[in-house]
């Protein structure tokens, strides 16, 4: 065996990659080792010649500034990634930084960068190494699904690591063969290469990911997270520390800065020292966090492990008070740069266990971007205040840092404890309710006991909702705990126990588990025969052919579904396995069989395998039984229609929402298709291209999103659309707007929305009386047929009926912008209540309205009392009165198909040939089929 092929496999085994993802994974770990490699690179180049220019005096201005183009440059890039696909993104950032590295490498050996001028590539080298590492974490997270992320992203992230270590001993040892100037042009001769890696891994990795693949892969879109963190005050409290560690870290950082100016003059020195003790750094970050962050928090528990950073950082100080030395300072820059990444990072990891996921998600860029920055920017302020206002040495910043380590203290005090109260609420959330257990009641002390107590002594859905918790943290800690729970009597738990393992490394349960897939329940040997094709010691082809070929008809399925999930996305590997061929089997299996259950049970493992798998050839099979009478066997292809992601199943599954059987089930599907599908439903219901008996249901996946893009898209939905979708839309918006408070639906939407309605409230009253006069001027002067007449008192009927929804819509709409419990009752008392109870509703509006909406409200509020179309009425709104083919002009633009019937079938019943240019504009105009046929044979017919 080759020394090749032999580190090969060694890499396969240690690291848990699959072979054929090992050529991806190297190039990306090659590609962050460059881009970290370049970083430590430039770091302290621009670091030591910004110091011997301008001394560390400057430096306070300079964080004030990366603060401030950090927080701006924030908001434009994350305006560029939705304008530009990530990869042009990617592109165009490496391309601009080897650009800008060239013409700062120039500058400064050409003497031009000089002065204030110093500032440019400072700020611009904390903004480079921001951008390109949360670049290529976007990018990987494209490449690979959320399970194989949690495999390979360790593998990966020790290229972060490496280049870290290498990059910097690599600056200290060409600062003895180039001057610190020149190796900015070697830090750009190697971004270089990272262009050709990102277009290969975008080209072959990426591209082949439709919309709804991207959006499951990146991170959700973050929609006020700032309101997201107050609303949680465990998160704040997270926030707050973290804010206070990044403050303390760029005063300790000030002052490692300014010795080392002072104490080394030369430039090129002053390059290789930083570059040198940055590696350092990464080195002893790397063997705490292998050899003793674990130990560390394991054996005093995550509370007390927070107080190692402060601690740490606070002892250097009051020794750097006492021995003002550089060696000092090193050590505290070592305490601060080596816990931070490993001990503290772990322990705040474990703290937000009691945070929802998709909560941490939509918050995470925020805290890593804009509360590094808000910290930077103070840390600036403060220092340009003591160093440059009251002109103190910066040995005595350490007193800052001591009162502000005081308050880090304070915060983790009140931190530890929230999680605490946090955790307790995790488990009375996941306890029945009202249940009488005989069980003690479970401490909340240290996170990692807490966990293994609660998985240990929990009740079931304690310990199902703590196993869904420890799949986000994947903690080898967990391990024995979870292990023991493969003998708990609940088929969902062991499910979940099997899921937990399938990360975890401690032990190979192979023999444990390989018996498990007799199972009666099929989660639990589906969930066996994916930890099998992961960890199976011998070939494991040979293994999925015996139980493919087994007797056992459930072993069969639960194997070709386990093989399905396993293989999804890798072509390579589908072809290894010969998935197809086997689905091809079961499918000839499932025609042969006679038994009708067997039938069922087989085609549901086929329908999973095609949708898990993704194998198109196969897509009919799933097309066919959409329309399955068996509405077990529905349910199952309307889910695995879904998990193709593929949007030619949208339309087939949208059906499927009307019928109250399969509607939870066509909602859930459509929802896993990720937030592109919210488009697509918009323009389905907008562009009348499905049924109007579906439009309304469609709004209600739309709402399961409760984003503020489903808030945005239902706004639009509320403008013409058909009544029955405008008011499915204005309910979803109301109650997203209660349960959900840090979406915004803007007051002036709102109102503006009412006011229209009031418009339009008054203009049906406007057509009703117009009608109501022509009908009688007609039959004075030359009485309608008696088929005229019987549509015209059908279109008033219509209109009145009309009104009635408008001003349901009215209410609903107020129902957004105040209290629905204040707002509900009023309009069935106007509408149904005794006289006295209608007055007393007008009199609560007229106080609870603004005078904007009271101006326009009330008198249609007030209109409403009357019981006919009065002419006390009419005068009482000051109602124009239209002509008749202004009032049909009316009707025949708004969005409602059974009244523009009503109107061209009376224009067909009076033969009047001056209505032929209103037929024309509908034929021209009209979005619905149904009703430019209907004007068409009218306008044949007159």
């Known amino acids: 065996m080759s020394i090749i092929k032999t580190l090969k496999l060694y890499i396969l085994k ?54 401030i183009v950090a927080i701006i440059g924030y908001h434009f890039y994350d305006k560029a990634l939705e304008k530009y696909p990530l990869n042009i993104v990617i592109d165009r950032t490496l391309i601009g930084s080897i650009i800008s590295l060239i013409l700062f490498a120039f500058a400064f050996s050409f003497k031009l960068n000089n002065g204030f001028l110093l500032y440019i590539p400072y700020v611009w080298v904390a903004i480079f190494g921001l951008l390109t590492a949360s670049q290529f974490w976007i990018l990987a997270n494209l490449v690979y699904n959320v399970r194989e992320a949690k495999r390979v992203f360790g593998f990966i992230g020790a290229g972060a690591i490496a280049g870290g270590i290498f990059g910097g001993y690599l600056t200290s040892l060409l600062t003895r063969f180039f001057n610190s100037e020149h190796l900015l042009f070697i830090a750009a001769l190697l971004l270089a290469i990272c262009i050709p890696i990102t277009r290969y891994i975008w080209k072959y990795e990426v591209e082949k990911l439709n919309p709804f693949q991207v959006s499951l892969r990146t991170s959700p879109k973050s929609e006020s997270p700032i309101k997201l963190i107050k609303q949680s005050k465990l998160l704040s409290l997270i926030a707050v520390v973290i804010g206070i ?19 080394i003059n030369d430039p090129d020195e002053l390059t290789s020292f930083f570059g040198f003790w940055f590696s350092t750094l990464s080195v002893i970050s790397l063997l705490i966090q292998l050899f003793l962050t674990k130990r560390i928090v394991g054996t005093f528990g995550v509370g007390k492990s927070l107080l190692w950073l402060p601690s740490g950082i606070l002892v250097g100080s009051i020794l750097l ?102 955790f ?77 393992l399938y990360f975890l490394k401690s032990e190979n349960l192979c023999d444990t588990i390989e018996p ?126 879904s998990k193709t992601l593929d949007e030619q199943f949208v339309n087939l599954i949208i059906p499927h929402l009307t019928d109250k059987d399969t509607r939870k089930d066509a909602v859930d599907a459509l929802f896993l298709f990720g937030e592109p599908i919210i488009e697509i439903l918009y323009k389905n219901v907008k562009f009348e291209f499905i049924d109007i008996e579906d439009a309304p249901y469609v709004i209600s996946v739309i709402e399961k999103f409760a984003s503020q893009k489903a808030i945005n898209t239902l706004i639009k939905l509320t403008t013409d659309t058909e009544h029955t979708i405008k008011i499915e839309a204005i309910e979803a918006l109301k109650r997203l707007k209660w349960k959900y408070p840090n979406l915004i639906i803007k007051d002036h939407f709102i109102v503006s929305k009412i006011i229209d309605e009031c418009y339009l409230y008054q203009n049906t009253l406007s057509v009703i009386h117009s009608q109501i006069v022509i009908q009688y001027k007609k039959n004075a002067e030359n009485p309608e047929t008696k088929d005229e007449n019987q549509a015209r008192k059908s279109l008033i009927n219509l209109l009145e009926q009309r009104l ?30 005794k006289e006295e109870q209608r007055i007393h509703a007008i009199e609560f509006l007229d106080n609870l309205l603004d005078k904007q909406l009271k101006k326009e409200l009330i008198p249609v509020a007030e209109s409403a009392l009357y019981e006919t179309n009065s002419e006390e009425k009419i005068k009482k709104l000051n109602l124009k009165i239209l002509s008749e083919t202004e009032c049909y002009h009316e009707l025949l633009k708004r969005k409602d198909v059974k009244l523009k019937l009503a109107v061209l079938y009376l224009i067909e019943k009076s033969k009047n040939l001056k209505f032929n240019s209103l037929l024309e504009m509908v034929i021209e105009t009209d979005s619905n089929e149904k009703i430019r046929q209907k004007a068409s044979k009218t306008l044949n017919h007159l």
């Not at 240690?14 to 770091?43: G, M, V």
């Open 804 to 833: 009635d929804r408008q001003l349901q819509r009215i209410f609903r709409f107020l129902g957004i912008k105040y209290p629905p419990h204040d707002v509900d009752p009023i309009l069935n008392s106007i509408l149904n209540g």
């Open 14 to 67: 240690a690291f848990d990659l699959k072979e054929e993802e090992l050529n991806k994974t190297l190039l990306l770990q090659l590609n962050i080792f460059i881009i970290i490699t370049c970083l430590l690179i430039i770091k302290p180049t621009i670091n030591s010649l910004f110091l011997s220019e301008l001394t560390s005096d400057a430096l306070p201005l300079g964080y004030v500034l990366t603060a």
């Open 321 to 422: 008070l006492l021995i003002p030395q550089l060696w000092v300072i090193v050590f505290i820059k070592i305490v601060d740069g080596s816990l931070k990444q490993s001990v503290n990072k772990a322990s705040t990891e474990l703290l937000s266990i009691p945070i929802p996921i998709e909560i941490k998600k939509k918050t995470k860029t925020f805290t890593d971007v804009v509360i590094d920055s808000i910290a930077t920017g103070l840390a600036g302020f403060i220092l340009i205040f003591f160093i440059n206002g009251l002109n103190i040495s910066s040995t005595y910043i350490s007193l800052i840092i001591i009162s502000l380590i005081c308050v880090w203290l304070y915060f983790i005090y009140h931190l530890k404890n929230e999680y605490i109260i946090a």
């Open 424 to 500: 307790k609420g995790l488990l009375e959330d996941s306890s029945v309710k009202k249940e009488k257990t005989n069980k003690k009641e479970i401490k909340v002390t240290s996170i990692v006991n807490t966990v293994i107590n609660v998985l240990q002594n929990g009740n079931k859905k304690q310990v199902l909702h703590m196993l869904q918790k420890t799949l986000e943290v994947k903690d080898e800690r967990f391990f024995f705990a979870i292990k023991e729970l493969l003998n708990h009597p609940s088929a969902k738990i062991k499910f979940l126990a099997i899921e937990n």
């Open 245 to 263: 560690s990044v403050l303390v870290a760029k005063l300790v950082d000030y002052q490692y800065s300014d010795y080392a100016s002072r104490l």
């Open 516 to 641: 498990m897939v007799y199972n009666v329940d099929q989660e639990v040997t589906t969930a066996a025969f994916r930890y099998l094709s992961k960890h199976y010691k011998k070939n494991t082809v040979e293994l999925f052919n015996t139980y493919l070929n087994i007797e056992d008809k459930t072993i069969k399925n639960a194997a070709l579904i386990g093989l399905s999930l396993e293989l999804r996305n890798n072509v390579s590997l589908q072809n290894k396995f010969s998935l197809e061929q086997r689905i091809e089997s079961a499918l000839t299996e499932y025609n042969q069989l006679q038994n009708e259950e067997d039938k069922t049970y087989k085609i549901h493992a086929i329908l999973e395998s095609i949708g898990n798998a993704r194998i198109q050839k196969f897509y009919d099979v799933i097309k066919n039984n959409l329309e399955s009478k068996n509405l077990n066997i529905l349910k199952t292809a309307i889910y695995s229609a």
